[in-house]
């Protein structure tokens, strides 16, 4: 199968998910159908258990659809093996979370080296995990844990580790949510940068602050598509 990077679209087509709970079938998405262009930058709102954070796992691939089919980059993620998916998500996506996601026992830089795979051809990993870092003002914090760091430095690490593979997809589930207003904006400037570099980035949040910085807002209510429209107003 190729796993070129074909820059072109996300196409969810008729993507129904449920899960089980107990005897109980739970439909977090209910045949949605959306389309996202390469350099998007889309914005997903909606009331909690409306299937935002259901619809980023199924984009980035870290799971597939009851029916329906997710279509990254030309290619079906249900169509592809682990593997194969595994190497598209470490080459070309970048995943931020509301949690972060470190580990408490690597120092900042093994956090964000995490992510480094010799499969994306991309060479000195650690060369640009500390240009990231510095960037991100961080340069003073190499050798330190998790737990030594201010919620906004972790999260900070977290986008570091997001873009040490340059990809071209950014996937942003709440990123600022743990955030106060000054480290949630440093957040939404360093994922608008990457977007007006040329990146496509979907972004889930009940931020109204971060919402207003996207170009396009989708509306999600009961797992379906209440309402997409484009935004004509952004944050500076």
């Known amino acids: 199968m190729n796993l070129v990077w074909k820059a072109r679209v996300i196409q969810l087509e008729s993507v129904t998910k449920i899960y089980k709970r107990g005897t109980e079938d739970v439909v977090a998405l209910n045949a949605v159908t959306l389309r996202i262009d390469t350099g998007e930058f889309v914005c997903v709102q909606g009331p909690s258990g409306c299937g935002k954070s259901t619809m980023l796992t199924l984009i980035g691939g870290l799971g597939t659809p009851t029916s329906g089919r997710v279509v990254v980059d030309g290619n079906d993620w249900a169509a592809m093996s682990a593997a194969e998916r595994a190497?598209?998500?470490?080459?070309?996506?970048?995943?931020?979370?509301?949690?972060?996601?470190?580990?408490?026992?690597?120092?900042?830089?093994?956090?964000?080296?995490?992510?480094?795979?010799?499969?994306?051809?991309?060479?000195?990993?650690?060369?640009?995990?500390?240009?990231?870092?510095?960037?991100?003002?961080?340069?003073?914090?190499?050798?330190?844990?998790?737990?030594?760091?201010?919620?906004?430095?972790?999260?900070?690490?977290?986008?570091?580790?997001?873009?040490?593979?340059?990809?071209?997809?950014?996937?942003?589930?709440?990123?600022?949510?743990?955030l106060d207003p000054e480290n949630a904006s440093a957040i939404m400037r360093y994922i608008e940068e990457f977007h007006h570099g040329g990146g496509t980035v979907v972004l889930v949040t009940h931020d109204t602050s971060a919402a207003k910085r996207a170009k396009r807002r989708v509306m999600l209510r009961g797992g379906a598509i209440a309402e997409s429209d484009t935004t004509t107003t952004n944050a500076p």
Request: glycine share 6%; proline share 7%.
């Open 87 to 178: 190497r598209q998500r470490a080459t070309n996506i970048g995943f931020v979370f509301q949690l972060f996601h470190l580990l408490p026992y690597l120092t900042v830089l093994d956090n964000v080296l995490l992510a480094a795979d010799p499969h994306t051809g991309r060479d000195d990993p650690r060369g640009r995990a500390m240009g990231l870092l510095d960037r991100f003002n961080l340069s003073h914090r190499l050798t330190h844990r998790p737990a030594e760091l201010s919620i906004g430095e972790r999260q900070r690490v977290a986008m570091a580790r997001a873009l040490l593979n340059e990809p071209r997809l950014l996937l942003a589930d709440e990123p600022t949510g743990n």
